[in-house]
T-cell receptor
Framework: EADIYQTPRYLVIGTGKKITLECSQT?????MYWYQQDPGMELHLIHY???????EKGDLSSESTVSRIRTEHFPLTLESARPSHTSQYLC???????????FGPGTRLTVL | QKEVEQDPGPLSVPEGAIVSLNCTYS??????FMWYRQYSRKGPELLMY????GNKEDGRFTAQVDKSSKYISLFIRDSQPSDSATYLC???????????FGPGTSLSVIP
């Protein structure tokens, strides 16, 4: 079983608030990812990192930012939450040769 | 044309049926093929991973890759209600390329 954790699991917050979604993994994986997924819809890659101090934007434009100061930690921050940010955010990590990704349980964000 | 396509379903089968889930892809450079299962409101979990063409079996699950047709399949034998989930195929060229996920097929196994 993969050891990747996300907190909080659920978050309801008002418009304009700053939020940080936490993601940690204990597998020593170099690669980490953030995906956004609406119910019943596709996964969309919003950020990824191939190692410490390396971050890249994904395929889906996002107003969020990420940082990778430690291998095990890859937080995502929204400076000013809006209702359009309401979604599920999934974190994943990979250390395998085929980039087989292991996903966390997700954070379900609702912005009122 | 999308790089990977998958019938979204929903697919509904009776318990005990053999299920076939499929994806097609457009670029022959893809070499690594994966299947993920995602239960409602959970993160995807890796089910199967194959490299290049051929079959791979794990219990009731068999993954099949036909690179000449750019077609990948997941077969589930003796399907159970607990198999009800969305199944996503995923492909990548090398370990340093981004993984491309299919949109997923929703499966319901009816008792």
């Amino acid at each position: 079983e993969a050891d990747i954790y996300q907190t909080p699991r659920y978050l309801v917050i008002g418009t304009g608030k700053k939020i940080t979604l936490e993601c940690s993994q204990t597998m020593g994986h170099d690669k980490m990812y953030w995906y956004q997924q609406d119910p019943g819809m596709e996964l969309h890659l919003i950020h990824y990192s191939y190692g410490v101090n390396s971050t890249e934007k994904g395929d889906l434009s996002s107003e969020s930012t990420v940082s990778r100061i430690r291998t095990e930690h890859f937080p995502l921050t929204l400076e000013s939450a809006r209702p359009s940010h309401t979604s599920q955010y999934l974190c994943a990590s990979s250390g395998g040769g085929a980039d087989t990704q292991y996903f966390g349980p997700g954070t379900r964000l609702t912005v009122l | 044309q999308k790089e990977v396509e998958q019938d979204p379903g929903p697919l509904s089968v009776p318990e005990g049926a053999i299920v076939s889930l499929n994806c097609t892809y457009s670029n022959s450079a893809f070499q690594y093929f994966m299947w993920y299962r995602q239960y409602s409101r959970k993160g995807p979990e890796l089910l199967m991973y194959t490299y290049s063409s051929g079959n791979k079996e794990d219990g009731r699950f068999t993954a099949q890759v036909d690179k000449s047709s750019k077609y990948i399949s997941l077969f589930i034998r003796d399907s159970q209600p607990s198999d009800s989930a969305t199944y996503l195929c995923a492909i990548t060229k090398t370990s340093y390329d981004k993984v491309i996920f299919g949109p997923g097929t929703s499966l319901s196994v009816i008792p």
